[in-house]
């Protein structure tokens, strides 16, 4: 049965979508079955993985609000892993679904019939804690935290182990926190290694051990709409994605 992992911080722009996008290719180069679910109404993660937003059957949009099976909503990628992509139309969710019952579980809930069919779920939530992230948070396993090692990621920090701690008491008692990434890291800034020594006295070894360094092939692989592994495999960026999705691996192995 597939682990689902949220890729979530509610801070913008700190490398989501682009550990999803890169972490789903690698871990899809490892053998492994991967669905990408975009739960952003911004649809980065379904752009970047080549996928048309907007010229789809159905959309997380659908499947949130069960008007279609989750099979319609599932598109095969170049890059050997599936997405399911969102658009604009996903804000909509959010006020459709405030006065329905059971509106945390709608991403569990259409989840339970894909399970078996992959290795890995990968879901790239928006930058907030609204009801799309919630849901995204009770359909998980486990969340993998992306952050830029600077000055106030810490105190976001703190919010969003207070939000995962919330989501277990309330509905998901199984949540737990996968690794913190650091994303877009200059070693040569020296708040970053800072931050970055804060971290993992907090974190201790959730701290992943690969540090995904600031590479512009990362930046530009959207545009072309595929991972950096199909766009410049030799690149710092491609190999780090590679290595994370390498200790990934490794940690399963240990559980
Ligand atoms: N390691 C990196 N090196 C260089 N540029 C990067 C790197 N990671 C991400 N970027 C760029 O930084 C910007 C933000 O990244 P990304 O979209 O992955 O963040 P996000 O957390 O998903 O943002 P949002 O909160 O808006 O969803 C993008 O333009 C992306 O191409
Ligand atoms: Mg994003």
């Given at each position: 049965?597939?682990?689902?992992?949220?890729?979530?911080?509610?801070?913008?722009?700190?490398?989501?979508?682009?550990?999803?996008?890169?972490?789903?290719?690698?871990?899809?180069?490892m053998?492994?079955?991967?669905?990408?679910?975009?739960?952003?109404?911004?649809?980065?993660?379904?752009?970047?993985?080549?996928?048309?937003?907007?010229?789809?059957?159905?959309?997380?949009?659908?499947?949130?609000?069960?008007s279609?099976?989750?099979?319609?909503?599932?598109v095969?990628?170049?890059?050997?892993?599936?997405?399911?992509?969102?658009?604009?139309?996903?804000?909509?969710?959010?006020?459709?679904?405030?006065?329905?019952?059971?509106?945390?579980?709608?991403?569990?809930?259409a989840?339970?019939?894909?399970?078996?069919?992959?290795?890995?779920?990968?879901?790239?939530?928006?930058?907030?804690?609204?009801?799309?992230?919630?849901?995204?948070l009770?359909?998980?396993?486990?969340?993998?935290?992306?952050?830029?090692?600077?000055?106030?990621?810490?105190?976001?920090?703190?919010?969003?182990?207070?939000?995962?701690?919330?989501?277990?008491?309330?509905?998901?008692?199984?949540?737990?926190?996968?690794?913190?990434?650091?994303?877009?890291?200059?070693?040569?800034?020296?708040?970053?290694?800072?931050?970055?020594?804060?971290?993992?006295?907090?974190?201790?070894?959730?701290?992943?051990?690969?540090?995904?360094?600031?590479?512009?092939?990362?930046?530009?692989?959207?545009?072309?709409?595929?991972?950096?592994?199909?766009?410049?495999?030799?690149?710092?960026?491609?190999?780090a994605?590679?290595?994370?999705?390498?200790?990934?691996?490794?940690?399963?192995?240990?559980?």
């Amino acid at each position: 049965m597939a682990k689902v992992f949220s890729i979530t911080n509610q801070k913008g722009g700190v490398g989501k979508t682009t550990t999803a996008i890169n972490m789903a290719a690698s871990l899809a180069r490892m053998d492994q079955k991967i669905l990408l679910v975009d739960l952003d109404p911004q649809g980065n993660a379904s752009v970047g993985s080549g996928v048309d937003r907007d010229g789809q059957k159905a959309t997380v949009y659908e499947v949130l609000m069960h008007s279609s099976p989750i099979a319609d909503a599932i598109v095969r990628t170049e890059s050997a892993f599936d997405v399911i992509a969102s658009n604009r139309e996903l804000s909509g969710a959010l006020i459709e679904l405030v006065s329905e019952e059971h509106r945390e579980f709608r991403m569990r809930e259409a989840l339970q019939s894909i399970r078996d069919e992959y290795d890995f779920i990968l879901i790239d939530c928006p930058p907030s804690l609204d009801l799309l992230t919630v849901n995204a948070l009770v359909a998980s396993d486990a969340v993998v935290i992306p952050m830029q090692c600077e000055y106030f990621a810490l105190e976001g920090l703190t919010e969003l182990v207070n939000t995962v701690r919330k989501i277990r008491l309330a509905f998901n008692p199984d949540l737990s926190i996968e690794g913190l990434l650091r994303t877009m890291f200059d070693r040569r800034n020296s708040l970053s290694n800072e931050v970055s020594t804060q971290l993992k006295k907090h974190f201790g070894d959730k701290v992943y051990q690969t540090i995904i360094p600031r590479n512009i092939r990362l930046a530009e692989a959207p545009s072309y709409g595929t991972p950096v592994l199909n766009y410049d495999k030799r690149s710092k960026g491609a190999m780090a994605y590679l290595a994370l999705a390498g200790e990934i691996m490794g940690r399963e192995a240990i559980q």
